[in-house]
């Protein structure tokens, strides 16, 4: 059975793990936690980074290339548009949430408010957390408010990577307490509560909610 190896919180490990379960594909999952990982990890994965990935022989590293290999094994449903701009622009936003909300989510809110106190013994630097939230996220808000439609995707009418790359991303923000203004971003805020509400993305948050005693 291939396996996904990574703790769940981490949204990068959740990408793939909902991008397996939209294509019903079973696997195992090894929480491996990303800190000092042993030389036998780093074979699959030389960053020493989570997620990694392994199928028989073959593993693999990075949410993205993982994913994108999975396209391409299992093409059913496709997770990627077929037009050429909509196939790019869906990797724009897959791009957007891994090194754009990613910074900021992840790792000024989620560290702070959950990582850092839970695992970690470090307070919460509460300065830092505001200028995230008050600062660095309201733009990438307007953003996002710009690009939706409406249609509940944000390429091409259509649930793909773009939707599972960007909403893997607010899960943090859910799980860190907070969440996007619905009177200032009205269609974002709809947009992420149709993609968590999604049976593959409730699975996991519902899981990962436990991890936090919150279920
Ligand atoms: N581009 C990578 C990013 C993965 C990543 O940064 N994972 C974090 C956990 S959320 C990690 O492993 N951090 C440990 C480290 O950077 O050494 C991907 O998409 O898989």
């Not at 030389?46 to 949410?63: M, N, Q, V």
């Not at 496709?78 to 037009?83: A, E, F, R």
């Not at 891994?98 to 992840?106: F, P, V």
Request: aromatic share 12%; charged share 20%; hydrophobic share 40%.
């Amino acid at each position: 059975m291939p396996t996904v190896y990574g703790v769940n919180v981490s949204p990068f490990v959740r990408k793939v793990r909902v991008f397996l379960a939209e294509k019903g594909i079973v696997y195992d999952l090894d929480p491996v936690i990303p800190i000092n990982v042993s030389a036998e990890y780093r074979k699959m994965s030389p960053l020493g980074k989570i997620p990694a990935f392994s199928d028989g022989d073959r593993t693999l590293a990075d949410s993205s290339i993982i994913c994108a290999y999975l396209e391409r094994v299992h093409p059913q449903p496709p997770l990627y548009p077929v037009d050429p701009y909509e196939y790019a622009r869906a990797l724009w936003f897959e791009e957007y949430g891994d090194s754009g909300l990613s910074g900021i989510i992840g790792a000024k809110i989620f560290f702070q408010k959950m990582v850092g106190p839970m695992f970690l013994g470090q307070a919460t630097d509460e300065a830092v957390v505001k200028k995230a939230l008050e600062e660095e996220l309201p733009p990438m808000y307007d953003y996002l408010e710009t690009q939706l439609g409406g249609d509940g995707a944000l390429v091409g009418g259509r649930f793909s990577i773009a939707d599972i790359g960007i909403g893997t991303q607010f899960v943090n923000l859910l799980h860190a307490g907070y969440s996007v203004d619905a009177k200032r971003w009205p269609r974002l805020s709809k947009y992420l509560a149709a993609v968590h509400a999604r049976p593959t993305f409730k699975a996991v948050i519902d899981e990962e909610a436990a991890t936090f005693g919150k279920s």
